[in-house]
């Protein structure tokens, strides 16, 4: 093989093993933490089947049309939790981490159950109550 076709080959071997690694790495970065569960709100109700919940009992839900998520979670005395994901800072969409959910703006924490745990937040998340039926949880909006 002449040098300028190896070289040639050589480059584009490169090229090929770069562009596969930006792509698995541009997959990973926009492939969700946590799942999500898109739905809409009916007449005041988020109707969210209990088998989305899954063994974890932590759902994402995207309500269509909204900014903010909810984040429900099913408690350690097996009831359940919806908490608005804004930031009651400044607004900003939240993040779920471990231990609770963070925000990027300017570093507020709120533990699990949307108390704040680091500020300069200084209230609690809005929580939503739910109403529990055979298969589903109810995320009542209205109340
Ligand atoms: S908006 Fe979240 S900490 Fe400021």
Known sequence: MERRAFIKSSCNGCLLAASGLLLSRLAASCSPAFPVFKTEVINGEIQLPLTALGSSGFQIVRPKGWYYDIAVRK?????YEALLLKCT???NQLTPSGSGYGCTLHGSQFDKDGRVTKGPAEHPLQSYT???TRDQLIINIKA
């Open 130 to 132: 739910t109403t529990l």
């Open 89 to 91: 800072h400044q607004d």
């Open 75 to 79: 408690k350690e005395d097996a009831s």
